[in-house]
């Protein structure tokens, strides 16, 4: 066995890796302002969940599995459609962030049709129902070792209005610290500014090197999903307004979690109605 498993080094290895994967990125393609309806407080939550973060090596396939839901006390969905979008990668070992177009990057599948983005549709889903689907995803024997961040997109039309719900991972920085900084600084979240009906939570894969145990990257791929969905909850729990604006009693909190961890303010999660 490698030196470099044993002892201080092992963790010190764990730990490179870790704060790399808390790296602060530029996204770019910023959303424009527009009028889109809100639902209820709390729907983005229950609407997209149980986002695994699967981890693979190299020339391998692996899950990407999601859950939608309808809560029972909206209206039925109809022309759902959900998009995945492999956009920005972390290299292993080290903080080393790019944005797409990726080489050699993961490959998204849903059975018709791959590349890096994929979407799933259902032609309707009915109040206090779910629907729990999965895409594949595939690497080459070349892709290199890492996280790669994957944003998500739900469309939906539900009461003669359509809907639209974002990741963080759609918004530069400009544009989201723009609808998320309220007076002195306080935690917000502005959903006009957005332009989205709700902010929903993103996923990451992670290529472990075929020198590298296997079960430690799933962990640290594993972890950084938790620490995401983590800060998500947080935008979440505070009392939300018809205005376009939703506060949380805890101030300067700007930064929300994507894929790569929680100080980042370009992808994500929260919401506001």
Request: no cysteine; glycine share 12%.
């Amino acid at each position: 066995m490698r030196s470099w498993y044993r002892g201080g080094s092992l963790w010190l290895s764990l730990t490179v890796l870790a704060v790399a994967g808390l790296a602060l990125l530029a996204i770019p393609t910023p959303v424009q302002a527009a009028s889109e309806p809100t639902p209820p407080l709390g729907f983005d939550r229950e609407v997209l969940s149980n986002l695994s973060a699967p981890s693979i090596g190299p020339g391998g396939s692996a899950t990407l599995s999601f859950r939608l839901s309808d809560p029972a006390s909206f209206f039925p969905l109809a022309v759902v459609s959900l998009d995945f979008d492999v956009y920005a990668f972390n290299g292993y070992p080290g903080n080393s962030v790019v944005q797409g177009p990726l080489v050699d990057a993961p490959v998204l599948d849903n059975g018709s049709v791959s590349g890096p983005r994929v979407d799933v549709s259902l032609s309707s889903l009915a109040p206090g129902t779910s629907y729990s689907g999965a895409v594949t995803v595939l690497t080459s024997v070349s892709t290199p070792a890492g996280t790669y961040a994957i944003r998500t997109e739900l469309s939906f039309r539900a009461n003669n209005s359509d809907y639209l719900f974002k990741s963080r991972g759609w918004f530069n920085d400009s544009t989201w610290e723009n609808a998320t900084t309220g007076p002195g600084g306080s935690a917000t979240l502005n959903l006009t500014r957005l332009g989205v009906s709700g902010v929903v939570p993103e996923t990451a894969v992670y290529v472990a090197p075929s020198d590298w145990p296997f079960a430690i990257g799933a962990l640290i791929a594993v972890g950084l999903i938790l620490v995401g969905v983590g800060g998500w909850a947080y935008f979440r729990k505070g009392p939300g307004s018809r205005g376009g604006t939703a506060n949380d009693p805890a101030p300067g909190a700007t930064n929300a979690p994507s894929a790569f961890g929680t100080s980042r303010k370009s992808p994500g999660d929260s919401r506001n109605s």
